[in-house]
């Protein structure tokens, strides 16, 4: 059994999808507050 060497493994697929995954999230994120600012500003 080879020895583990923190540190080697290749994880730039998890980092890309991490970004995606915050990336939508903040977007997800401000359409949610707009919406809310729109029905709150149309109720007014």
């Known amino acids: 059994m080879a020895k583990h060497e923190h540190g080697s493994m290749d994880i730039s697929e998890q980092e890309k999808t991490f970004a995606g995954f915050i990336r939508w999230?903040?977007?997800v994120a401000a359409v949610s507050i707009g919406i809310l600012i729109f029905?709150?500003?149309a109720n007014a």
Request: cysteine-free.
């Open 39 to 41: 029905l709150a500003l």
């Open 25 to 27: 999230s903040i977007i």
